[in-house]
């Protein structure tokens, strides 16, 4: 199965963590970002799917519509469940395990749900397990650059 991450500059920067699920993309917000650090907690907003034609999206989305901003395909690659055979079931219950196979991000991964939002979605927690991936202090700030154009949404949005 597929998986895409993309950096997305809207109201605020954040990452979108995309995992290709049942025909579609099950997304989770990012807003520091994906890490390799596996003693790294990062927050993750489940947002609602997307259809797969969004998979390799990149590009300006107008000032007017929702999600408004520039869009880099930060990263992509396969992904696989782990523990599980189930991982519709896994996020329905609240915990997925994952492998990434990205050109960026790479090992085991695991979703954990936390919480809820006010607006009724759920607060997870995304974590790189220590593994042959992990790498202390890694940043995705560091890796400004689509793996799609090789651009970065600053040159991507210029007219």
Do not use: C
């Not at 869009?71 to 690659?77: A, E, M, P, Q, Y």
């Amino acid at each position: 199965m597929r998986f895409v991450v993309q950096r997305h500059r809207a109201r605020r920067l954040h990452y979108d963590l995309r995992l290709e699920m049942n025909g579609v993309l099950v997304s989770w917000a990012v807003p520091k970002g994906p890490t390799l650090d596996p003693g790294a907690r990062v927050l993750a907003v489940h947002v609602e799917d997307h259809d797969l034609d969004h998979y390799d999206f990149e590009g300006v989305i107008p000032g007017a519509r929702y999600g408004a901003g520039d869009v880099i395909v930060w990263d992509w690659g396969t992904w696989a469940p782990a523990r599980t055979d189930d991982p519709v079931r896994a996020v329905a219950d609240g915990e997925l395990h994952f492998d990434l196979h990205g050109e960026k991000l790479g090992g085991r991964f695991v979703l954990i749900r936390r919480d809820t939002d006010q607006r009724g979605r759920g607060q997870w927690l995304l974590i790189h397990k220590n593994d042959a991936h992990a790498e202390r202090g890694w940043n995705p700030e560091n890796y400004p650059r689509s793996v799609k154009s090789g651009l970065t949404n600053d040159e991507l949005s210029r007219p």
